[in-house]
């Protein structure tokens, strides 16, 4: 067990960041080890970001494959209703952050191994500051873990990047429930995840797509959410999207053509079919929420947003004008900004990213597994290449090499297969295992996955190499 000695705390891993990463890390290495942890954080209770999240906020995902894996969230249950019936069900932000607060408070704290020093903050050299107090006490570590990399932004605690002029009504989005009803008109700032939420939640509260602007400074595509529904029932369809990733890439013409055929395969999508999209984020909707998104016709793509005055608003590449009864919803914070990948193992230090494409709970415990039964540096690193977070098209081809690297290194070594069968951050490995060879569809299409998931990795280095343009 730790134990204090004066202002000191001893531990073997201090974990800088109690969110959805950092929990995940930790829960993995608590089931592997008897280590000991100490996890700091800035807010009052484990969640991370999603303790500033705006209050209609729901998981892209299935609830029953995020969290931590010893600890389910949501019941598994099927919505028959809205925008995502047919589908598994998607978290509350509410129900996210109790999840989490849950394994803190049932689980880790009860067990001795595990501090979580909350409202504070820490440095590399294990010095723990209170934010109330300023009061310090240090922390002497094994390993420090910094699960912090993402720099995850949102709108409630990042401010607009462009001036508002005093007599402007400009909101961060989570105050939306609370101020709509005294409006009569909504311009939506930004086109992410957020942004389409806000949109979504104006239309699914009763307003008039007449009623909305919504500035885009650059389309997406965005993931289709029928691909990643977990269970038998759903693992052909499963299937079908791993061979059709791998096989547009060895078909394609070049890039262009690569996005074209992948959206013919329904693995993406855009909100406007007649534009092409820049970005990428790993969005994930349904149909129902595509087809709400394409009901708003006041669309302004003249890039991002310099500045609102009442009856005008300054952009990019120009300036329109603007109803001086608007509500601006500011949706523009980056999320998970891109920043560049660094080894995940480095001596003492271990800095969780994503391993496996936009999925960063799976991806922390899996890396936490790694830590527990690998002693090998090189060997760890071997399995757990990191993936950079998405911002452009391009992007997309980018993480499916690392991820094509990172599967076929992990397929070496059956003890982390077995890991992947029984951890419910991986829905569809249980499945595989279960159903290839049984049912003929689903066989067919990982056996053309099989086929084409080398010759793809090739083909990708000579897509990301030919010029653009």
């Not at 906020?57 to 299935?62: D, F, G, I, S, Y």
């Not at 990643?228 to 693992?235: L, N, R, S, W």
């Amino acid at each position: 067990m730790w134990k204090s000695d004066g202002a000191v705390v001893k531990a073997d891993y201090l974990i800088q960041g109690g969110g959805a990463v950092g929990m995940a890390f930790a829960d993995q290495l608590f089931s592997d080890t008897e280590a000991t942890m100490v996890i700091v954080d800035r807010h009052d209770r484990p969640g991370g970001h999603w303790n500033d999240a705006y209050p209609f906020v729901r998981l892209h995902q299935p609830a029953s494959s995020y969290g931590v894996s010893s600890w389910p969230l949501g019941t598994g249950a099927i919505d028959q209703t809205g925008l995502n019936a047919g589908f598994h069900e998607l978290a509350s932000g509410h129900e996210v952050v109790a999840h989490f607060d849950a394994v803190m408070r049932h689980r880790f704290l009860p067990s001795g191994r595990v501090t979580f020093l909350s409202s504070s903050e820490v440095n590399d050299d294990g010095v723990v500051t209170s934010l109330l107090s300023g009061a310090q006490r240090r922390v002497e570590y094994r390993r420090f873990v910094d699960a912090t990399h993402s720099r995850m932004q949102v709108p409630a605690t990042t401010p607009p990047p462009y001036a508002v002029a005093d007599d402007v009504t400009c909101i961060p989005v989570g105050r939306l429930p609370a101020v709509a009803a005294r409006f009569d008109h909504f311009t939506v700032v930004g086109a992410g995840k957020t942004g389409m939420d806000a949109c979504i939640w104006l239309l699914q509260q009763g307003a008039d797509p007449d009623q909305i602007r919504w500035i885009v400074p650059r389309d997406s595509w965005v993931l289709r959410r029928g691909n990643f529904q977990p269970g038998a029932e759903h693992f052909a369809r499963f299937a079908k999207s791993l061979a059709d990733q791998v096989t547009a890439v060895v078909e394609c013409d070049g890039i262009d053509d690569l996005f074209l055929r992948l959206e013919a395969a329904h693995e993406l999508a855009r909100v406007d079919p007649s534009v092409t999209p820049g970005a990428y984020h790993c969005a994930i909707l349904s149909d129902g929420e595509l087809a709400e998104l394409r009901r708003i016709t006041d669309v302004v793509r003249l890039g991002r947003v310099r500045s609102i005055e009442r009856d005008q608003l300054e952009l990019e590449q120009g300036s329109i004008a603007a109803r001086a009864d608007s509500c601006y919803v500011d949706c523009s914070a980056a999320g998970i900004p891109s920043r560049p990948s660094k080894p995940i193992f480095d001596g003492p230090r271990i800095t969780l990213q994503w391993m496996r494409t936009c999925q960063p709970t799976f991806s922390a415990a899996f890396i936490a597994h790694v830590e527990a039964t690998f002693r090998d540096e090189d060997e760890k690193n071997g399995v757990c290449r990191p993936i950079a977070p998405a911002t452009v098209p391009l992007d997309w081809l980018r993480m499916l090499a690392v991820q094509l690297d990172n599967r076929r290194a992990i397929g070496t070594y059956p003890q982390l297969q077995a890991w992947l069968t029984g951890t419910r951050l991986d829905p569809f490995w249980k499945t595989a295992s279960e159903r290839i060879g049984v049912d003929k569809e689903a066989t067919a299409h990982f056996q053309r996955y099989l086929a084409n998931a080398g010759p793809a990795r090739t083909r990708i280095d000579e897509l990301l190499a030919a010029p653009v343009g």
